[in-house]
C-alpha cells in the first residue's frame, strides 16, 4: 500500500510539472500573440473576441506542443502526458490525427476572432475568408472522422464518446443559463460568439474530464 502510495505521488508529481511547464510554453506564446496583435486591435476586437482569440490559442498551442513531442520523441516525452518516448513512436498514426484535427480548429478559431464583420472593422482577414475557412474544416472534420473511424480502439472511442457527453452537458447548462440571464433582463448579453466560444471550450474541457475520470492525467 505505501509503495502504491508512493507511485501514485510520483505520477502526480511527474504530471504537475508537465502541467507547469506547459502554463509557462503556453503563457509565452500568449504573451507573443498579444504583442503581434498590438493592443488596438485588442481594444477593437472587444471581450468576446478576444475569449474566443484565447480558446483558439489553447487549441493550437496543444497541436504545437504534441506536435512537438512527435517530432522529437525523447524530449516530448518529457512534456506530454505519456508514459515514454516509445509510446509517442507507438501512438504516432492516432496523435498525428490529434494535431491536425486540434491544429485546424485552433486556426479557424484565430480566423473567426479577427474576421472582418459589422462593428468590428479592423479586422485582419475577411469574413468571407473565415466563412469558407470553418466550413471546409466542418466538411473535411466529417470526411477525415469517417475515413479514419477504424484507426481506433474500444478505449479511444469510448472516451471521444464520453468527451463529447461531457462537452453536450457543460455547454447545454452555461448557455441555458447565459441565454435565460439574457433575456430576462439580468444584464449578461449572450452573442453568436459566445455561442462559438462556449461550444469550443466546452468541447476541450469535456475532453479533459473524461480522460481524467479514467485517472489518465497522471503517467
Keep these: 500500500m505505501k509503495a502504491m502510495t508512493q507511485d501514485d505521488a510520483q505520477k502526480w508529481k511527474k504530471t504537475a510539472v508537465k502541467l507547469i511547464a506547459g502554463a509557462i510554453v503556453g503563457g509565452g506564446v500568449s504573451a507573443a500573440a498579444l504583442g503581434i496583435a498590438g493592443t488596438s486591435l485588442l481594444d477593437a476586437m472587444g471581450p468576446s473576441r478576444v475569449a474566443l482569440a484565447a480558446v483558439g490559442l489553447v487549441y493550437a498551442m496543444m497541436a504545437m506542443l ?32 490529434s494535431v491536425i484535427t486540434t491544429g485546424t480548429m485552433g486556426l479557424v478559431l484565430l480566423l473567426l476572432a479577427v474576421a472582418r464583420a459589422p462593428g468590428f472593422e479592423a479586422g485582419l482577414v475577411s469574413a468571407h475568408a473565415a466563412m469558407t475557412a470553418l466550413v471546409v474544416a466542418v466538411a473535411g472534420g466529417i470526411v477525415a472522422s469517417w475515413a479514419w473511424r477504424n484507426r481506433y480502439d474500444e478505449l479511444n472511442r469510448q472516451l471521444g464518446l464520453e468527451g463529447c457527453f461531457w462537452a453536450f452537458c457543460l455547454s447545454w447548462v452555461l448557455l441555458s443559463l447565459w441565454a435565460a440571464a439574457d433575456f430576462l433582463g439580468f444584464g449578461l448579453a449572450l452573442t453568436a460568439i459566445d455561442v462559438v466560444t462556449t461550444l469550443s471550450a466546452m468541447m476541450l474541457l469535456g475532453s479533459f474530464i473524461a480522460i481524467g475520470r479514467r485517472g489518465m492525467m497522471s503517467r
Design 66 to 97: 504534441v506536435g512537438f513531442g512527435l517530432a522529437m520523441p525523447r524530449a516530448g516525452a518529457q512534456l506530454l502526458n505519456v508514459g515514454d518516448a516509445d509510446e509517442l513512436r507507438e501512438e504516432r498514426a492516432g496523435m498525428m490525427t
